[in-house]
T-cell receptor, first 113, second 113 residues
Framework: AQSVTQLGSHVSVSEGALVLLRCNYS??????LFWYVQYPNQGLQLLLK??????LVKGINGFEAEFKKSETSFHLTKPSAHMSDAAEYFC???????????FGGGTRVLVKP | DTGVSQDPRHKITKRGQNVTFRCDPI?????LYWYRQTLGQGPEFLTY????????KSRLLSDRFSAERPKGSFSTLEIQRTEQGDSAMYLC???????????FGPGTRLTVL
């Protein structure tokens, strides 16, 4: 079975500061990894994904994540936080293309002016 | 490409009533997924379809829940004899073969009184 752990249910950052959201996964097979963002009362929007190839993945809105197999991690970063980044972020894993996603518990990001 | 749509966006019902939700996927997406998200948690997989065939059901999907996708286009999720524990956001997603990305709808928020 697969699982995802997101460390920290809430993260507070100052505008302009680094955003770092942690995600660790467990999977018996090479995983496909995703980060989604959810704004209040909305569905999930894909930020970025890793399937194969380059382990540093760039996504929308200046976010990027690095797949580290040895650490079973897929942490999300953004160099400079913007007020519009305030949202909830979910890391997800699947074992093959098209399969169901297994999500972490989410990290809510608060951006302080 | 108008995105995944869900109807209704909000549903309030009394315990014991039946409710039905509809999901319209992105046109020509052959896979359709249902997830449930309770407050403060990540989405949990319920079931998915490839065209009209229901390929997998979660153990979360008790016998009070039924999902259909009769013509391989829209899907319905019915909950019979609702319970307060069914209160959640029900998310629908669709996917085509490539790229491997699930696109989510805005969700239906169910409140059972």
């Amino acid at each position: 079975a697969q699982s995802v752990t997101q460390l920290g249910s809430h993260v507070s950052v100052s505008e302009g500061a680094l955003v770092l959201l942690r995600c660790n996964y467990s999977s018996s097979v090479p995983p496909y990894l995703f980060w989604y963002v959810q704004y209040p009362n909305q569905g999930l929007q894909l930020l970025l994904k890793y399937t194969t190839g380059a382990t540093l993945v760039k996504g929308i809105n200046g976010f990027e994540a690095e797949f580290k197999k040895s650490e079973t991690s897929f942490h999300l970063t953004k160099p400079s936080a913007h007020m519009s980044d305030a949202a909830e972020y979910f890391c997800a894993v699947t074992k093959a293309a098209g399969n169901k996603l297994t999500f972490g518990g989410g990290t809510r990001v608060l951006v302080k002016p | 490409d108008t995105g995944v749509s869900q109807d209704p966006r909000h549903k309030i019902t009394k315990r014991g009533q039946n409710v039905t939700f509809r999901c319209d996927p992105i046109s020509e997406h052959n896979r359709l997924y249902w997830y449930r998200q309770t407050l403060g948690q990540g989405p949990e997989f319920l079931t998915y379809f490839q065209n009209e065939a229901q390929l997998e059901k979660s153990r979360l999907l008790s016998d009070r829940f039924s999902a259909e996708r009769p013509k391989g286009s829209f899907s319905t999720l019915e909950i019979q004899r609702t319970e307060q524990g069914d209160s959640a956001m029900y998310l629908c997603a669709s996917r085509t073969g490539e790229p491997d990305t699930q696109y989510f709808g805005p969700g239906t928020r169910l409140t059972v009184l």
